[in-house]
């Protein structure tokens, strides 16, 4: 869940070092740390808190140094600490290594090597991960590559490494499973990363590294080997990204400019697959498993977080307009069961980042039992698109705040296409119906902007009044349930206000209780067939002195008239509006955060992209 970057070439590597991990800041971290290749040392410099800490602590050091490696750390073993923190040296100080990920097997190796007389300075598994390869390689006739990949056959976990060492003054290691590793491609040079966010300014031209491949790099040089030391043809891909798409651009959080983002991430995911003048859906995803779609038994829908919420709504969606069986599942708990899946399966997986880790690993195992994948990503060349027989990107562009806002709507945005043009495969719903969610679902851009534009300075004075509450409740009926689930992860994530989302129906079977005037309940009240229910559940907190802030379709006076505060969104279907009802949560999240001095684009203790248990 950390950063990893790394550098060989001509060039001095710490500038790209302390610049890429700055970048990578977003995924979140509690230290950081670079090591440096001297010509008879390694030095080492590493500190808790922000990179800046690290950058002030080099300003009294000498940097001179053509081969580096540098790291950001999520704690996972042992607290946040400068000896916890990455990167680490072996017992005999030659090699250094960072590593994202988890050892599972640690405990075992490390008492392996505590009896050969190894001593630990961390409490971490890299560490003893990284012991262990040194023992492997001064114990045995074989180079420094043999003794990683025999080290790699025996852990169990996740990782991605670099190694440095003082006998290989020209050559960096990398290593990867189950977390992401990225190598840009240069001029008598190569960048490491673990996205390509790092290298946009040097190269456009990467290569992203598969599980159990070990990669031996030299500045003009990339050999790429598998754990049984066959040698792998590189493949080298050209990137889209631009350097602004990762800069604030004049915004001061990444959170608000990405929310800002929306109209045209919606607008993106929509370009070159939705005709508005013939309203037609063309999705060359869907074309090559048409027919295992069509057939399918049911539709397992496994995903993380926000990502799960963008499934659970699709589960509504899919069921009404395609009638097939669908089932949302946590991937964490997922990976976990013994499911019963078949060839007849179809699995669908959402994630942003495209390698979250529970993810990853519930497709591998739905995929070995003959089920067709399709993925749903939002990153280019990532594990989960390349593990899939088919998939859609979406287009929201880099995501760097740590909570997810356009990538939200972007997945919400294709998850409806996916619904309509299946429904178009089987003939499950009216051709009148299809074409009114395509017309209205081309139109989402310009209503997301009307929201963005026309509720801000509202939705600031209901972060103002509410900014002290230690409660929130969240309620929806129907296609906004999912909405209400999301509103809560949303204000927990940025406010630190404990919040729960509830199907409203449900309140009275518990949560009811909670109900008094200091409690501020925020429904997604927008006008569909069940409208006249939820405003009987806006009474029955009304009636216990609840504080009710409503998301309300436009003009909806009975609603507005039960409401102390109340967020108006453009009318639409009411399978489009649970889209557009996204929105005003998400400011109203940012702005509580921004109310209570919270660093909105890196929340405490969150992480970016998810690559651990």
């Known amino acids: 869940m950390c950063g990893i970057v790394g550098y060989i ?50 300003r009294t050091k000498d940097t001179q140094s053509t081969l580096g490696i540098g790291h950001t750390r999520w704690a996972t073993h042992g607290v946040p600490s400068d000896e916890n923190a990455h990167p680490h040296y072996s017992n005999s100080g030659n090699l250094a290594l960072v590593h994202n990920g988890i050892i599972e097997n640690y405990a075992s190796l490390k008492e392996e090597l505590l009896q050969k007389g190894y001593q630990f300075k961390s409490d971490t598994d890299s560490e003893v991960l990284l012991n262990f390869i040194e023992d492997i390689y001064q114990n045995n006739d074989c180079s420094l590559e043999e003794a990683i990949r025999i080290a790699l056959k025996r852990v169990t976990g996740a990782y991605v490494i670099l190694i440095l060492s003082i006998e290989y003054p020209d050559t960096l290691f990398a290593a990867r499973k189950g977390s992401p590793l990225v190598i840009g491609i ?6 490491l990363g673990s996205d390509a966010s790092p290298m946009l300014e040097y190269t456009k031209e990467v290569v ?41 651009g004049g915004y001061e959080h990444f959170m608000i400019k ?6 045209q991430a919606i607008f993106d995911s929509l370009r070159g697959r939705l005709d508005p003048e013939n309203l037609s859906i063309t999705l060359s995803g869907l074309d090559k498993i048409k027919d295992k779609l069509i057939a399918a038994r049911r539709i397992i829908i496994v995903a993380c977080g926000t990502s799960w919420h963008a499934g659970l709504l699709a589960e509504y969606w899919i069921e009404e307009l395609c009638r097939v069986n669908v089932e949302v599942e946590y991937a964490s708990e997922f990976r976990y069961r013994n499911p019963i899946i078949t060839s007849d399966d179809v699995i669908i997986a959402i994630s942003q980042s495209g390698e979250t880790a529970d993810t990853l690993v519930a497709l591998e195992n739905a995929k070995s039992k003959g089920a067709t994948i399709f993925g749903i990503v939002n990153v280019v060349g990532s594990s989960i698109a390349r593990i899939s ?9 880099p995501e ?68 002290h509450a ?38 009275k079977h518990g949560p009811i209780a909670l109900v008094d005037d200091t409690l501020p309940v925020v429904f997604i009240a ?88």
């Open 258 to 263: 990405e929310i800002y983002e929306q109209p």
């Open 186 to 191: 240069g001029k008598g040079e190569h960048f």
């Open 400 to 467: 760097i705040g740590v909570a997810s806002t356009k990538a939200f709507s972007a997945q919400l945005t294709v998850l409806l296409l996916f619904a309509i043009k299946l429904a178009e495969f089987k003939q499950s719903a009216s051709e009148e119906l299809r074409k009114q969610l395509t017309k209205e679902l081309s139109e989402v851009p310009q209503k997301v902007q009307y929201i963005l534009d026309s509720t801000v300075d509202g939705i600031k004075d209901i972060a103002k009044n509410y900014q």
């Open 208 to 248: 992203y590294i598969n599980d159990y491949e070990l990669a031996i790099i030299k500045a003009d040089q990339l050999i790429l080997k598998n754990l049984g030391n066959e040698t792998l043809t590189p493949y080298v891909q050209k990137l889209d990204l631009e350097l602004a798409a990762i800069e604030k």
């Open 526 to 613: 927008t006008k569909d067939k069940v409208h006249e229910k939820i405003v009987s559940n806006m009474q029955e907190i009304k009636a216990r002195s609840g504080k009710l802030i409503s998301v309300v379709t436009a003009d909806d006076q009975l609603a507005m008239s039960l409401s102390d505060e109340n967020i108006q969104i453009p009318a639409s279907h009411e399978i489009i509006a649970p889209i557009l009802a996204t929105i005003p949560l998400q400011l109203l999240s940012y702005y509580v955060g921004i109310e209570r001095q919270i660093d909105v684009d890196r929340p405490r203790n969150l992480a970016k992209s998810v690559t651990v248990e």
């Open 470 to 507: 230690t409660d929130f409740l969240f309620l929806g009926r129907g296609y906004n349930f999912p909405i209400a689930l999301e509103g809560a992860l949303k204000l927990k994530e940025i406010s630190y206000i404990h919040a729960e989302g509830y199907p409203a129906a449900e309140m």
């Open 389 to 397: 027989d088919a998939g859609i990107y979406t287009h929201a562009g």
């Open 9 to 58: 070439g001509q060039n001095q590597a710490y500038p790209y070092l302390i610049g890429g991990l700055k970048k990578l800041e977003y995924r979140g971290y509690d230290s950081a740390g670079i090591a440096l290749h001297k010509t008879n040392d390694l030095q080492v410099v590493k500190k808790t808190g922000k990179v800046a800490a690290l950058e002030e602590a080099f």
